[in-house]
């Protein structure tokens, strides 16, 4: 049995590059449901016999292995105040920060990176438009 697949090589596997997506993924109307599952450990689960189905989202959302992994990596070896740390780490996490916003950006194809805003939750940011 080959060794797990780390994040990312997960993320830039042959069902295309989750590192650099384009606005329009070219299989967008293509996917399987069983390697979505895959992704989420929670969903291995069985509950009475069965696999487990979450539909409590709006409250918690389960995590992707790969957000797994990185939460974990972050938290052991790159936590720091983001934007406030005059050291490393904290340049680190700052880098790891606004890598995520430019990110984002080119996932949803935002003209800039100014457009990005983030906030701490769905009340927050709907508040901030209303």
Do not use: C
């Not at 291995?44 to 979450?54: D, E, F, I, Q, T």
């Not at 983001?82 to 996490?93: F, I, Q």
């Not at 700052?94 to 916003?101: I, K, N, W």
Request: zero cysteines.
């Amino acid at each position: 049995m080959p060794p797990p697949a780390s994040s990312e090589e997960r993320l830039a596997s042959d069902e295309g590059d989750l590192l650099n997506p384009s606005p329009s993924p070219k299989n967008a109307s293509s996917f399987s449901i069983g390697s979505i599952r895959a992704e989420f450990p929670a969903l291995s689960s069985l509950n009475a016999g069965k696999p487990l189905v979450y539909l409590d989202s709006a409250a918690s959302a389960l995590k992707p292995r790969i957000v797994i992994d990185s939460i974990s990596n972050f938290y052991s070896s790159d936590y720091a105040n983001v934007h406030r740390s005059a050291h490393s780490l904290g340049e680190k996490a700052t880098a790891h920060y606004e890598g995520a916003r430019d990110l984002v950006q080119r996932t949803i194809g935002a003209r800039t990176r100014d457009e990005i805003i983030f906030t701490k939750n769905a009340t927050e940011a709907i508040n901030l438009v209303a």
